[in-house]
């Protein structure tokens, strides 16, 4: 996709929403997706142990090149790695019809892009999603052919909350719906804590790397880490925040002592490691 593209999707800044909510969305919001000199996952690690003797891990790392996704690889614990191998075309004759292969394409309509994955095993189509991205808002409608069953998933921001609604038998008579709402922790920018209704599910901790940064979500027996690249040339809302509160805090120092100037992804994972039952996050 050309780069002007990205300018349709530039985040506006969050006046209300604290660092680790913010950085949950854009996750989300960009993923792996073909958006090029813009945040993208670097690797997503996940690790459950419900009982002492049970343990189900695995790691799931992205490659790119010329800023634009090109292969993952997933690999379960004590398993061998699984490539997945991605192609940037909406055309079959590129698959190989072996092994996992994924085609990406994407479309533009006013302000508004359209992602269409279609994931493919030995050539048998397994998945299609379709993501949408605006500007503040991201959704992606899941469809699995083997069952037929269609999944609808959104992210929006309701003032200072981050909410997620996921429809699970998304176009049926029948809907099971579950909102999640993400809420800052008071006093710490980098903390967050997900609900659903006034129950807490899980935690939440943005960790600032130096070429991007990192969310954990867990709770006693859960972890799931996603690494974010943010490219030198782009500035994600978590970080023009950061640097303006840092802007903020060298301000009132400096006019303290002197006036200044300041300056300017066993069965199926996707790719983003999700497995493919709906009712299983």
């Known amino acids: 996709m050309k780069r002007f593209l990205f300018c349709l999707l530039a985040l506006a800044a969050f006046a209300a929403a604290n660092t680790c909510t913010k950085a949950w969305y854009e996750i989300h919001a960009f993923n792996f997706l073909s958006i090029k000199d813009a945040p993208h996952l670097d690797s997503i690690y996940y ?24 292969h993952s690889v997933f690999k379960f614990r004590d398993n061998d790695p699984v490539d997945n191998r991605i192609y940037l075309s909406a055309d079959e004759v590129t698959l190989t019809r072996s092994g996992h292969e994924l085609l990406l394409s994407d479309s533009v309509a006013g302000d508004t892009v359209y992602f269409f994955q279609k994931m ?36 929006f921001f309701r003032n200072d909350t981050l909410v997620s609604r996921t429809v699970y038998d998304y176009g049926s008579g029948m809907r099971d719906s579950a909102y999640y709402y993400y809420v800052g922790v008071p006093g710490d920018e980098y903390k967050c804590a997900e ?71 066993a069965r199926y994972f996707d790719l983003l490691g999700r497995y493919k039952r709906a009712n299983i996050r």
């Open 47 to 70: 690790r459950e142990q419900p009982a002492p003797e049970e343990v189900h891990e695995w790691y799931q790392k992205y490659y790119y090149k010329d800023g634009l996704i090109h």
């Open 120 to 155: 493919y095993n030995s050539g048998e189509l397994v998945q299609t999603v379709v993501h949408k991205l605006t500007d503040l808002y991201a959704s992606e409608q899941d469809y699995d052919p083997a069952s037929g069953r269609r999944t609808f998933a959104e992210y």
């Open 195 to 265: 609900y659903r209704g006034d129950s807490l599910t899980n935690n939440l901790t943005y960790k600032k790397l130096a070429t991007g940064f990192s969310v954990a979500i867990f709770n006693d027996t859960f972890l799931r880490e996603f690494v974010m690249e943010v490219p030198e040339v782009h500035t994600t809302a978590v970080q023009r925040r950061d640097d303006a509160q840092k802007s903020r805090e060298q301000s009132a120092a400096q006019s303290r002592r002197r006036p200044a100037k300041i300056s300017p992804r």
